[in-house]
């Protein structure tokens, strides 16, 4: 079965650190960006950062540079997010997505959100004392 699993949400406490993860399954992420999003209730959902696998190229958006990381694993054909110094203002569900880009990288930005095809069903991250 083609799909993307998130794994790795739950509750943490103010400027603590979570990490999670996106598992493709039944296609290989060599030739694909993979871009986290998230929603919070009531608010549209923001493209947070996104990697190119065929050339490992990132990037960020301004609310989280410096904060998150994002990593690939092509062994494990996984995507990571790591997220650290998390803000009260964060909690949301986080999605990750698959964008067909051959050998191409990112440029300047992640590709825009209509051209992801492939979501996973998200994962859940609380961030309350």
């Known amino acids: 079965q083609v799909q993307l699993v998130e794994s790795g949400g739950g509750l943490v406490q103010p400027g603590e650190s979570l990490t999670i993860s996106c598992a493709a399954s039944?296609?290989?992420?060599?030739?694909?960006?993979i871009g986290w999003f998230r929603q919070a209730p009531g608010k549209e959902r923001e493209g947070i950062s996104c990697i190119a696998n065929s050339d490992g190229s990132t990037y960020y958006a301004d609310s989280v540079k410096g904060r998150f990381t994002i990593s690939r694993d092509i062994a494990k054909n996984t995507v990571s997010l790591q997220m650290n110094s998390l803000k009260p203002e964060e909690p949301a569900v986080y999605y990750c997505?698959?964008?067909?880009?051959?050998?191409?990288?990112?440029?300047?930005?992640?590709?825009?959100?209509?051209?992801?095809?492939?979501w996973g069903q998200g994962t859940q991250v609380t961030v309350s004392s």
């Open positions: 039944g296609f290989v992420l060599d030739d694909y960006a």
């Open positions: 997505a698959s964008d067909y880009l051959g050998d191409y990288g990112l440029g300047q930005t992640c590709p825009p959100q209509y051209e992801f095809d492939r």
